[in-house]
């Protein structure tokens, strides 16, 4: 008879359990050269972050420095004739062009818009104007101003619409103290589009919102004319 095989007995030997600090060191000791590698990496990669960072916050430094300086130089508003402007042009849009993301960049793009409306480049204006918008955070407080500017910039364009859309968005930006000009200018857009009814509900607002521009004699007058042109 042959020798009788030993049959297995169907249980599994329950292996020691170990930590994962444990099996982090056992894996180590046998993959030095890995964990070294990649230990190294880890390390470069957190330079070249902290790099990256420090390299960002420097730029943004010096960007900040540099607009003080540049803005320090601009055409005051008893200086802000055409001349003086064409000379801040330049400067403003070489700014823009090497720190296009800074926080300052927005102030000038803003400078800029004006420039060109002072220089009667209206079309510029407007361009300069929207990019400004479109890179103004979702809760800026300079997108009344912004919107402002489009406003006059656009209607200069030949593009009441357009300019119709940015009084209605200043509005809804709920800014008390341009809501006057801004009920003043859809009416003075509507009276030319000869959309009486609209333009007299627009000059009404401007009478009871705050403010002493335009004053309450440009805006009756305003009525007046429309009140004349309907018994016409």
Known sequence: MG???ASPSGKK????RQSVFERAKEWAATNTTTAVG????IVLAAIIVYGIVL???SKEARARAEYALISSRLPREAQGNAANWEKAIPVLTKFISYYPDSPSALDARIELAKGYFETKNYAKAVEVGEEALKAAPGKSGLKP??????GYACEAAGKPEEAAKMWKALKQLGAPALEREADWNLGRIYQAKKQLNKA??????ALAAPGDYPSNPQINERLAAIKTAKKK
């Open 3 to 5: 020798a009788k095989r």
């Open 13 to 16: 030997t329950a292996l020691p």
């Open 38 to 41: 990649a230990g190294v990496a």
């Open 55 to 57: 390299h960002v916050r």
């Open 145 to 150: 101003l912004i919107l402002y500017q489009l």
């Open 200 to 205: 007299v509900t627009m000059y009404e607002l």
